[in-house]
């Protein structure tokens, strides 16, 4: 069984920025999809942005022009760099790496983002 294992998360002022990492424990068949979802305390789960292999990539629009996506696929690692941090940004970070084909699906433990005010 593929784990995710993700780092990165903490505790900042607004305005600040992280850098969450995610890399499995083992290689993901491609062409596959590798994005971050959060969620925030009685919320959804939503999605925040997402990277295909193929070099594709979008954002969700709260975080557009804030936040990177990108991917080292020979590390086989994603990040997600989070600038100008808002408190609303606040949530569980999770990853997620998916192949195209629908068949696998992988999903991080989640890492904890606080963005104090």
């Known amino acids: 069984q593929v784990q995710l294992v993700e780092s990165g998360g903490g505790l900042v002022q607004a305005g600040k920025s992280l850098r969450l990492s995610c890399t499995p424990s083992e290689s993901i068949y491609r062409p596959n999809v590798m994005g971050w979802y959060r969620q925030a305390p009685e919320k959804e789960r939503e999605l925040v942005a997402f990277s295909f292999s193929g070099g594709v990539k979008k954002y969700t629009d709260s975080v557009e022009g804030r936040f990177t996506i990108s991917r080292d696929d020979a590390e086989n690692t994603v990040y997600l760099q989070m600038n100008s941090l808002k408190p609303e940004d606040t949530a569980v970070y999770y990853c997620?790496?998916?192949?195209?084909?629908?068949?696998?699906?992988?999903w991080g433990q989640g890492t904890q983002v606080t963005v104090s005010s």
């Open positions: 997620n790496v998916r192949t195209l084909d629908g068949l696998h699906s992988y």
